[in-house]
């Protein structure tokens, strides 16, 4: 069966640290994936999105690798800030040039002062 | 990116009574989206909301349960019908943006006893 996994268990950092969060699939072959940020009582935030052509994306201080032999994304946050503390969700195209994502359940990330 | 509001933000219903959530977006969009996000869970896609057409749902759910409106090109509803504790839950209409993003509100927040 189609499974998007990502860490149920809340990621906790300390301010200043690289945080890396993990998405990965299976049975699936998207075209793109997205990481989107959502805030507790908000709805999800587009945040960056990869093609299956692609190893590597960054914005500010964000960084999205997509590896479609191990079926895998990181998602890194560098200079961490008690500010992206929230969830992170991965979406991924389901069906090969879908433009309705699939989501995943999202890791919580707690960035410590 | 678009705007997008949600009424109401929460509600505690009695079981067997409906809900109608209201979503409005600041711009002329075709296509507006109804997600569920259970606890724990992942978001997961109820159906799409065209206008001038029936809205198309989803494995698993179905118009009695959920019927949508879509009157205009900026405003949708979506009414819980006859609802039981299993639809507590948040949800949360989006609309796309571009490359295949989506855009969300609020979210409305459901509690049923």
């Not at chain 1, 991965?90 to 960035?111: E, H, K, Q, W």
């Not at chain 2, 090109?73 to 295949?100: H, K, Q, R």
Request: aromatic share 10%.
């Amino acid at each position: 069966s189609q499974k998007i996994e990502q860490n149920s268990e809340a990621l906790n950092i300390q301010e200043g640290k690289t945080a890396t969060l993990t998405c990965n699939y299976t049975n699936y072959s998207p075209a793109y994936l997205q990481w989107y940020r959502q805030d507790p009582g908000r709805g999800p935030v587009f945040l960056l999105l990869i093609r299956e052509n692609e190893k590597e994306k960054r914005k500010e201080r964000l960084k999205v690798t997509f590896d479609t032999t191990l079926k895998q994304s990181l998602f890194h946050i560098t200079a961490s800030q008690p500010a992206d503390s929230a969830t992170y969700l991965c979406a991924l195209d389901p069906s090969g040039g879908s433009y309705i994502p699939t989501f995943g359940r999202g890791t919580s990330l707690i960035v410590h002062p | 990116s678009a705007v997008i509001s949600q009424k109401p933000s929460r509600d505690i219903c009695q079981r067997g009574t409906s809900l109608t959530i209201q979503c409005q977006v600041d711009s002329q969009v075709t296509m507006m989206f109804w997600y569920r996000q259970q606890p724990g869970q992942s978001l997961t896609l109820i159906a799409t909301a065209n206008q001038g057409s029936e809205a198309t749902y989803e494995s698993g759910f179905v118009i009695d349960k959920f019927p949508i409106s879509r009157p205009n090109l900026t405003f949708s509803t979506l009414t819980v019908s006859n609802m039981s504790p299993e639809d507590s839950s948040i949800y949360l209409c989006s609309v796309g943006g571009a490359w295949e993003t989506q855009y969300f509100g609020p979210g409305t927040r459901l509690l049923v006893l």
